[in-house]
């Protein structure tokens, strides 16, 4: 097996997991800008509702309205008609009948008024309320595009960015060797981006777990790569007055 340089891995290693730290950082700021766009047009679409509602509720309105202002003309005739028949009537005992029957529609038509006038308070009220949820609907839409650009915006900022570290990422790899690669990305993709740590206080700076002195030896002798038995992390030391 060829030997490696422990001391110029490390030294690449430092710089790559600069490197990566960016990265993770980046893609997850990029994982979240869709989810940005997709809450905002959530939000429109539920004004966009909420407009819709208030409309339906409005037709209905306008459709109880006409069917009562209807009744309230059939009402109508029929008292006019039944006052016409009520000069022609000969009998005391049917003269009081048939107004009484005109009382009767006379209170009807007294009900139905107040019913029309009930619906009409009602289409006012529905009618300013249509008037702001549209603003609010017409605000979400407003924002939704305006964010939406923004956040396009800034993806292809982070996506450039990316590209840039990975550009860097792919130069610095070449010079790496190929099992501590290996090793190096597998605890990368388990430990949240974070594969190569310093050593500080006779603790792991990954894990924060105490290093029996054996272990922080097996570092300064620089004979092998060292990981850190708790968490897996690949150790070095940054500066031997920390450790
Ligand atoms: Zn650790």
Redesign the pocket.
Known sequence: MQKINVEEQLNILIRLQALDAQLYRLRKEREAKPKLIEELEARRNEEQAAVKGIEEKSKTNQLKRKQKEMDLQTEEESVKKLSTQLYQIKTNKEYQTMQHEIEGHKADNSLLEDEILAIMEEADSFSKELIKERELFAEAERRLNEDRKKIEGEIAVIDNEIANFESQREELTAQVDKKVLSQYEKVLANREGVAL?AVKNHA?Q????NLPPQVINEIRMKDKITV?E????ILYIENDADV
């Open positions: 740590v792991c990954g894990c924060f777990i850190c708790s968490c897996a992390r």
